[in-house]
Nanobody, 115 residues
Framework: EVQLVESGGVLVQPGGSLRLSCTAS????????MNWVRQAPGKGLEWVSG????????SYPESMKDRFTVSRDNTKNTLYLQMNSLKSEDTAVYYC????????WGQGTQVTVSS
């Protein structure tokens, strides 16, 4: 069974930093590019980042490229998202997803940026 378990989301102050993790199982993690997607309260899904299967290429929306960094450790089947200079508008549930052949999603992890 495919499983994607996001973790690391907490309440953090504006300007702070946070590192999210996504642990995958049930498929060949290293064979898939992976993404982070978020959903703010009452809003739709917003793509946050993508990373090549081997971590050799990464991409972000223009509004996030200077603050967020995606990485992965294929030996641990784990995807990461380092978030710096957090803003209140970053408040959302963050999900990891293949957005390709693997259609399963995890429960997400809640990030709340507030003073």
């Amino acid at each position: 069974e495919v499983q994607l378990v996001e973790s690391g989301g907490v309440l953090v102050q504006p300007g702070g930093s946070l590192r999210l993790s996504c642990t995958a199982s049930g498929f060949t993690f290293a064979g898939h590019a992976m993404n982070w997607v978020r959903q703010a309260p009452g809003k739709g899904l917003e793509w946050v980042s993508g990373i090549r299967w081997d971590g050799g290429g990464t991409s972000y929306p223009e509004s996030m490229k200077d603050r967020f960094t995606v990485s992965r450790d294929n030996t641990k089947n784990t995807l990461y998202l380092q978030m710096n200079s957090l803003k209140s508008e970053d408040t959302a549930v963050y999900y990891c997803a293949d957005l390709g052949s693997i259609r399963d999603w995890g429960q997400g992890t809640q990030v709340t940026v507030s003073s």
